[in-house]
């Protein structure tokens, strides 16, 4: 049996049995996990509310051989409670959540994710975090997690990608027109939309406007689902919310 302690912030969680709850943590140094909490909807004490969504705490932990992991106690050490009296930053929240859930696996350290994540939240619950913020937390979760969209230059031969880019996320990202047969079933995209998204990846921060934002989630959300197999369920939320 050992013990340990790491920081965390929580991804989701659901209600396993009468009183327990299974919950999946982004920790610091080991990366995600899924951990029992015996009795977290009954012992008011132990866990005091803190096992929402998007949490940053210290979780002492317990991990048995064979065994799903123990969570044993918890210090909160942010809760981001202004982030979650609107919608539109709730259904940012989550999504960014649910992306790095989905992008992890189990014992794989992503620090600089894990600070980036934090760092998005800590935005969110400042109100300093308008929809460009979101579009370029999503480049950089890709990025640390090896699945960085390729704008430029084209994915197949290296050169300029041109006035009439296509993009396939099946080949990385954006291609030029003369490698357009390769790929057939790429889809055109103007270059602003293209050169707006290079930018925001090397890290500019000028805000996009909403038609070119608007255009940036498709193409994002096609290479997300491509690349997780669905399409994350969060982004049907922003939509009803009505936000990006
Ligand atoms: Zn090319």
Partial sequence: MERFTDEALVLSCVDYGEADRLVTLFTRAHGR???????????????????????????????????????????????YHHLREELPRIARA???????REL????EPHEALFDALRGYLELLEER???????LKFELDALQHT???????????CGGPT??????D???????CEGCAPRVPRGVPVSASL????????????????????????????????????????????MEQVGTD
């Fill in 33 to 79: 996990l899924t951990a029992f909490a015996a009795g977290a909807r009954k012992s008011k004490r132990r866990f005091a509310g803190a096992l929402e969504a998007g949490t940053w705490l210290k979780a002492q932990l317990v991990e048995r051989r064979g065994d799903t992991l123990r969570l044993d106690g918890v210090d909160v050490l942010r809760s």
């Fill in 94 to 100: 989550l999504y960014s959540l649910e992306l790095c």
């Fill in 104 to 107: 992890l696996r189990d014992h």
């Fill in 128 to 134: 300093q975090a308008g929809p460009t913020s979101l």
């Fill in 146 to 156: 090896g699945f960085r969209p390729r704008f430029a230059p084209c994915a197949l």
């Fill in 162 to 167: 041109g006035a009439r880019p296509l993009f």
């Fill in 169 to 175: 996320p099946e080949h990385g990202g954006v291609v």
């Fill in 194 to 237: 293209v050169d707006a998204l290079a930018r925001l990846q090397a890290g500019e921060r000028t805000p996009l406007p909403a038609e070119l934002r608007a255009r940036a989630r498709q193409l994002l959300n096609t290479f997300i689902a491509h690349h997780l197999g669905r399409r994350l369920k969060s982004v049907d939320f």
